[in-house]
């Protein structure tokens, strides 16, 4: 049975309707992608599995920043081969591919803040960042924990 006021109106009529995060048509979509979370988290992390050579076999000899999976033309290239072949191909697998390519591109952005990443490359091999954040400069001999030399001999 349904309430109506005296005026003829129901109540809260007057009101906006709630807002259901589950009535937006995206969301209900994002979760339909096969292995979001994963895909999604390998997409975050596949460009620092070049610290692995970075340390273990380069031993620091490149900045690991200009490695080939942190250099943004270089995925450009590859999403724009493969998207369209996937919305041919595979079209059950493009949400996923999307949802891949947003991580890694959100990956480089973040980047891009402090580390340095090849935005022009094969252009300039300049690492552009928004904030350079100085190394530390202690003196050789000093302790790193500057302390007064009350705590260590070095000082």
């Known amino acids: 049975m349904r309430r109506v006021r005296a005026n003829g109106t129901e109540p809260h009529a007057d009101r906006a309707p709630a807002l259901r995060i589950w009535n937006v048509p995206t969301l209900k ?11 999604a988290l390998l997409g975050a992390v596949l460009p620092d599995f070049d610290t692995i050579w970075f340390l273990f076999i380069d031993q620091g000899a490149i900045h690991y920043n200009r490695y080939w999976v942190h250099i943004p033309p270089f995925w450009a290239m590859v999403v724009l081969v493969v998207l369209p072949a996937m919305a041919v191909g595979a079209r059950g697998y493009l949400g996923t591919a999307c949802v891949f390519s947003a991580a890694l591109l959100m990956h480089l952005l973040l980047d891009t803040v402090s580390g340095g990443i090849l935005w022009g490359a094969w252009f300039s091999d300049h690492l552009c960042s928004l904030v350079t954040v100085p190394a530390p ?19």
Request: with cysteine.
């Open 137 to 155: 400069t202690i003196a050789i001999g000093c302790c790193p924990f500057y302390c007064t030399g009350a705590l260590c001999q070095n000082c």
């Open 29 to 39: 979509q994002l979760w339909n992608i096969p292995y979001l979370l994963p895909v």
